[in-house]
C-alpha cells in the first residue's frame, strides 16, 4: 500500500512524535513537489523529525500529465491538496490520502480511482 500525503499531516504526525506510523503502514509514502517545499519552509522544533523522515523513507516523487476531468474538479483547490490529488491519480497500487483539508477531501471523493483508492481522507484537527 503506499500513501500519498499533504502537508498538514507530516506536520501534525511530526508533532506527537508517530511520523513512523506512516512508514509502518505502507510500503511507499508519496509526497509531490509543493509539499516538500512547504515542508522544507516548517521552523518548528517538529522540523527536524520532519527532515529525517523525508531522508529516510518519505520519497518526494514527479508529477505527471493528468486529465481534464481531473483538472477541473481539483481546480479551486489549494496547491497541496492539487498536487496530492493528481499524484494519486496517476499512482498504480492501493493508496490512501492524507488530506487535511475539507474541500480537497472533498474533491478526492469525487475522482474515482478504481478499486486501488481506499479513499481514506483524514481530518488532523
Known amino acids: 500500500m503506499k500513501v500519498i500525503s499533504n502537508t498538514g499531516p507530516i506536520i501534525g504526525l511530526a508533532k506527537i512524535d508517530k ?10 509514502v508519496l509526497i509531490p ?3 516538500y517545499r ?11 523529525r520532519i527532515d529525517l523522515a ?6 518526494v516523487t514527479e508529477l505527471s500529465e493528468i486529465s481534464n ?3 477541473q474538479v481539483i ?6 491538496e492539487k498536487q496530492v490529488i493528481s499524484l494519486g491519480s496517476v ?3 492501493q493508496l490512501i490520502l492524507l488530506l487535511d483539508d ?3 477531501r472533498n474533491a478526492a471523493k469525487k475522482i474515482r480511482f478504481g478499486n486501488n483508492w481506499f479513499g481514506w481522507c483524514f481530518d488532523f484537527r
Open 19 to 28: 511520523l513512523s506510523l506512516l512508514k509502518e503502514l505502507a510500503e511507499e
Open 33 to 35: 513537489p509543493l509539499v
Open 38 to 48: 512547504e515542508l522544507l519552509g516548517k521552523c518548528g522544533w517538529e522540523s527536524s
Open 54 to 59: 523525508i531522508n529516510s523513507f518519505i520519497k
Open 69 to 71: 476531468e481531473i483538472k
Open 75 to 80: 481546480s479551486t483547490l489549494d496547491g497541496g
Open 91 to 93: 499512482t498504480s497500487g
Open 102 to 104: 475539507k474541500a480537497g
